[in-house]
């Protein structure tokens, strides 16, 4: 089981920065990909930015630019460094990680949500 401890989360007023975290823990054999996701007005949440374990990156073409997805590797670590925020960008984000075990079967897991709101 891996549990996924999002933080850094918060009020920011719009232009500024906030940047998450997002932890995994638990009986890890090794992380795939990681993401972030928000929440959105419809029914499916919304691929914010995703990173593979070699690095590799991808983002929602409304973050290109502003935001940078990251990760520690050693630590199982995803960040998301958001800048230039917008009211927009106000939303409950969604960490998100592939885990693989050693008989290599991949489970996916989200974090609890964190809320970022950005006042205007």
């Known amino acids: 089981q891996v549990q996924l401890v999002e933080s850094g989360g918060g009020l920011v007023q719009s232009g500024g920065s906030l940047r998450l975290s997002c932890a995994a823990s638990?009986?890890?054999?090794?992380?795939?990909?990681m993401a972030w996701y928000r929440q959105g007005s419809g029914l499916q949440r919304e691929e914010v930015a995703i990173i593979t374990s070699g690095g590799s990156t991808n983002y929602a073409d409304s973050v290109k630019g502003r935001f940078t997805i990251s990760r520690d590797n050693a630590k199982n670590t995803v960040y998301l460094q958001m800048n230039s925020l917008k009211p927009e960008d106000t939303d409950v984000y969604y960490c998100y990680a592939v885990h693989l075990t050693g008989r290599g079967i991949q489970y996916s897991y989200w974090g609890q949500g964190t809320q970022v709101t950005v006042s205007s």
């Open positions: 638990g009986s890890i054999f090794k992380i795939n990909n």
